[in-house]
């Protein structure tokens, strides 16, 4: 392989769908303002699985998925420091999110389509979507942190203001972000009560710090909730599922209390609003986060001990694999691509 190109896993259209096929491609180089990172691992998210089945808004093909990724510095362009060269980094997959706090702007974008992302053996980004890697990871926990742990931070210490001693229900543990924030919340001294329907994945969770766990899948799961706290409620709720989850959700919040939905992967909820006016609850979105949320989530991570959960590492020409193991639900915690090792 020259230095002018690179393997890269790219979603092409094909005459059954979209497929990814791992395929030679010019290797970028940085132009001013960037650097290029010979990546060693990349992560999946529940995004890439719905571009892949055409389930996403402004898709454009071909294209390199993958949104998060972890590497070595190898170039960098016009007006970046050589001192750059080397590095160990983590991506930041937010681009251009804006100078406003409150919510993205209108050039915001993911990394991994339309831009070319981390399937690949190198990447190039801007100089300020890098930062350098925990001491503490390895490449493959590295590659697992950046948008999970991102949208978990906001969704749960920005948007959703976890407080020490206070008590998060987080619905359908077993995905990245879910994962994420289970780790960061009792990290933060928080009680966590969480959901699953496998009762693999709810021992795992109470491993990870989890006070109790309860199967979605028993029509009692939030009275065996509330009876697990001694018929208090619940101040926090952070959820990616949304659909039937949230009517309960809603009936666990104590009076006030918050929930925040960073996504709808089992679909769509219908609330009684009527719940919503007479307990004053606070309903927030959330959206993956700042270049400030990303800073200050990375040195949370960095001052502590804390490790992404890893579900399974596989080579970067197995990506098609990897994708059917996150549409089919199988994973706890992150799937990772080894890229270089």
Not at 72 to 96: E, F
Not at 160 to 173: C, D, F, M, N, S
């Amino acid at each position: 392989m020259s230095s002018e190109t690179m393997q890269a896993v790219i979603l092409e259209k094909g005459e059954g769908g979209a497929s990814l096929v791992l395929r030679t491609v010019p290797r970028k180089q940085p132009g001013a303002g960037q650097v290029q990172v010979r990546l060693h691992a990349a992560a999946l998210n529940r995004r890439d699985v719905w571009i892949r089945l055409g389930r996403y808004a402004g898709i454009k093909l071909p294209t390199i998925l993958g949104s998060d990724g972890a590497g070595v510095v190898s170039a960098v362009g016009a007006g970046v420091s050589g001192d750059w060269v080397g590095k160990a980094v983590v991506l930041n997959p937010s681009l251009n999110f804006g100078g406003n706090e409150d919510a993205q702007g209108d050039d915001y974008r993911i990394l991994g389509m339309p831009d070319d992302g981390t399937y690949a053996e190198s990447i190039v980004v801007p100089v300020g979507n890098v930062v350098e890697k925990p001491a503490h990871l390895d490449f493959a926990q590295a590659a697992a942190l950046p948008l999970a742990g991102l949208t978990a931070y906001r969704a749960l210490c920005v948007r959703g203001q976890l407080r020490p001693g206070q008590t998060v229900l987080i619905p359908g543990i077993g995905s990245g972000v879910s994962t994420m924030a289970l780790m960061f919340a009792v990290h933060l001294g928080a009680r966590v009560i969480v959901t699953s329907g496998s009762r693999d994945k709810l021992e795992e969770a109470k491993k990870l710090g989890a006070s109790f766990g309860v199967s979605y899948r028993d029509a009692d799961w939030d009275d065996q909730v509330i009876r697990f706290l001694g018929g208090a409620l619940v101040d926090v709720v952070v959820d990616g599922a949304g659909a039937d989850a949230w009517s309960k959700s809603l009936n666990l919040l104590r009076p006030g209390g918050r929930i925040v939905s960073y996504g709808a992967t089992a679909g769509l909820a219908q609330i009684d609003l009527r719940k919503v006016f007479w307990k004053q609850l606070n309903i927030l979105g959330s959206t993956m986060g700042s270049e400030r949320d990303f800073a200050e989530m990375i040195a949370l991570v960095r001052a502590g001990t804390l490790r992404p959960a890893v579900d399974q590492v596989l080579p970067l020409a197995e990506a098609a694999r990897a994708h059917e193991r996150m549409e089919h639900s199988q994973h706890m915690g992150k799937i990772v691509l080894r890229i270089h090792d």
